[in-house]
C-alpha cells in the first residue's frame, strides 16, 4: 500500500514539474516592448484601428503571404522612401498603394521566379504620428500626437523657457515624396491677443506626421554668429547669444535639422528631387585658430551628451556630412531590431548583428544568409552567402565584412510548447530510478 502512494505521490511531483519546465518555455517568447513614458512619449490620444484599404505609407508594416514560399512570405517595415525589401527581387516601392495594388505589383515582380505566384498582402500596423519638438522647451524630442493636435495642445502641454522667443517659431513639414516646407509662425499673437481682438487662430496651426517644431531663443544684445553648412534644411548664418552657453544641437535645428529625405531646390544645397541623407554621426566644427576640425556625434548632442553637445563660439563653421545613398544595409527576419541601418563605417556581420539587438530565441542560427545585391541592380546576378551564426559567435568560424546594399536574414523560428522526446525520456528515466529506490527492502 505504501509503494502505491509512494508511486502515486512521484507521478503527480513529475507531472507538476513538466508543467513547470512547459509553461517557463512559453514565457520566454519575448514580449511587445512597453511603451515610451516621459515628455518624450506625450500622447495626445488615438487607437490601434486603422482603414486596412488605405494608401501605404512610410513607417507602415505590411504582411506578405506568398502561398507555398517561405522565402517570400513574412511582415515588413516600409521604409521612408515606400520600399520593402524581398529576396532577390530586392527594393519594391509600394509606396501609395492599397494592400490590393501591392499584392498585384508583388505578384508581378515573382512570375520571373515562381510559376503563377499567388500573393496576399494586408497591413498590420500604421505609426502614430510623431512631431519633434526643439529649441527653448523643457524637454525636447520626439513626441506622439493625433490628427487633430495644433501648435497650442503642442507647447501648453510640453512648455517653454523664459528665454523663448515666441513670435518665430518654425514648423519644418516633409509631404509624402519627402519635399520640404518651413513656415514661421507668431504663436504670440494667438496666445496674448492685443485688447479686443480675438486669438490669431492663422498662428495656431494642426500639426502633422513628422513635423519638426523649432523654438527659438530670443535674440540679446551682443549676440554672436556661427554657420551651419552642409546637409541641413537652411544653411547659412546662425545668430548665437555671447555669454550664455549656445549649443551645437541649437544651431543645427536653427538651421531646420539635419536632412532625413528627398529634398528640393537649393535651399537644402541640392538639385531637385535628389536624395539625401545627413550623417548624424560625423559633424565637423571648424573654429577659428583651430588647425583640426572638432567631431561631433550630432545624435548623442540630441540626447544631451556634454561630450558632442559642445558650445560654440563665434565664428564658428558647423559642416554637417551627406550620406552616399547605397550606405545602408538590411536585417531582416529573427533580429530585436530589425530594419535598414546606415553603413557609416566598415562594419563585421558580428557588430550588424549586436547594433540590431542580438537574435531572438528560437531563431535558425545554422540557416544565416547574406544577399548581396548586384551595383546594377539585375537580381539574378545577386551573391548569397550563407553562414552560421552559432559558428561565427563562438569563434568557430571566420566573421564576415559587410558591404553597403548587403541584406542579412536569419530565420526567426517558433518556440516548441510540447516537452521534447529527450526530456519526457529524461522523465521517464528519473521515474524509473525512484521507484527503484523506493521499493528497496519490500
Known amino acids: 500500500m505504501r509503494l502505491v502512494q509512494s508511486v502515486g505521490a512521484i507521478l503527480a511531483l513529475v507531472s507538476i514539474v ?20 516621459g515628455p518624450a512619449a506625450l500622447n ?17 508594416v505590411v504582411a506578405v503571404t506568398t502561398l507555398g514560399e517561405p522565402d517570400w512570405t513574412g511582415q515588413y517595415l516600409v521604409d521612408q522612401s515606400g520600399n520593402i525589401q524581398m529576396k532577390l527581387v530586392n527594393t519594391i516601392n509600394i509606396l501609395g498603394l492599397s494592400a490590393s495594388e501591392a499584392q498585384d505589383k508583388i505578384a508581378a515582380l515573382l512570375k520571373q521566379y515562381i510559376v503563377n ?30 490628427q487633430s493636435v495644433r501648435l497650442a495642445d503642442l507647447l501648453t502641454t510640453s512648455g517653454w523657457t523664459d528665454s523663448a522667443d515666441l513670435t518665430h517659431i518654425r514648423i519644418v513639414s516633409r509631404d509624402q515624396k519627402g519635399n520640404i516646407t518651413m513656415h514661421i509662425y507668431n504663436f504670440a499673437s494667438w496666445l496674448k491677443p492685443l485688447p479686443g481682438q480675438l486669438p490669431d487662430e492663422s498662428q495656431n496651426p494642426l500639426l502633422h506626421d513628422r513635423d519638426l517644431i523649432y523654438v527659438p531663443i530670443k535674440v540679446l544684445p551682443g549676440s554672436g554668429v556661427v554657420t551651419v553648412e552642409g546637409a541641413v534644411v537652411k544653411p547659412g548664418p546662425v545668430d548665437i547669444r555671447i555669454g550664455v552657453p549656445f549649443t551645437v544641437r541649437e544651431a543645427i535645428s536653427a538651421a531646420g535639422g539635419p ?12 538639385a531637385p528631387t535628389q536624395m539625401v541623407e545627413a550623417n ?18 550630432i545624435a548623442k548632442a540630441e540626447q544631451g551628451d556634454p561630450v558632442n553637445n559642445i558650445a560654440l563660439h563665434d565664428g564658428d ?43 531572438l530565441p528560437y531563431s535558425k542560427l545554422k540557416q544565416g544568409r547574406i544577399y548581396r545585391h548586384p551595383v546594377s541592380g539585375n537580381p539574378l546576378k545577386t551573391q548569397i552567402i550563407a553562414f552560421n551564426w552559432g559558428k561565427i559567435r563562438s569563434g568557430k568560424e571566420p566573421d564576415i565584412e559587410l558591404q553597403p546594399g548587403d541584406t542579412i536574414e536569419i530565420p526567426a523560428g517558433r518556440p516548441s510548447t510540447a516537452p521534447s522526446a529527450l526530456q519526457v525520456l529524461g522523465a521517464m528515466g528519473s521515474l524509473a530510478f525512484f521507484i527503484s529506490v523506493l521499493t528497496r527492502g519490500y
Open 117 to 146: 505566384p499567388k500573393v496576399t498582402v494586408s497591413i498590420v500596423s500604421v505609426p502614430q504620428p510623431i512631431v519633434f519638438l526643439s529649441g527653448a522647451v523643457p524637454h525636447p524630442g520626439p513626441t506622439q500626437i493625433t
Open 18 to 37: 513538466i508543467a513547470m519546465g512547459v509553461s517557463a518555455q512559453a514565457q520566454q517568447v519575448p514580449a511587445a516592448p512597453a511603451a515610451p513614458t
Open 280 to 297: 548624424r554621426l560625423e559633424v565637423s566644427v571648424q573654429r577659428l585658430g583651430e588647425s583640426k576640425p572638432l567631431s561631433i556625434n
Open 259 to 270: 536632412i532625413m529625405g528627398s529634398v528640393t531646390g537649393a535651399g537644402a544645397a541640392a
Open 44 to 60: 495626445f490620444g488615438g487607437g490601434a484601428n486603422f482603414n486596412p484599404d488605405q494608401p501605404i505609407r512610410p513607417g507602415f
Open 317 to 359: 563653421v558647423i559642416y554637417v556630412k551627406q550620406l552616399p545613398r547605397r550606405d545602408y544595409y538590411n536585417m531582416v527576419g529573427g533580429f530585436m531590431l530589425p530594419g535598414r541601418k546606415f553603413y557609416s563605417h566598415t562594419i563585421t556581420l558580428t557588430q550588424a548583428i549586436g547594433d540590431a539587438g542580438g537574435v
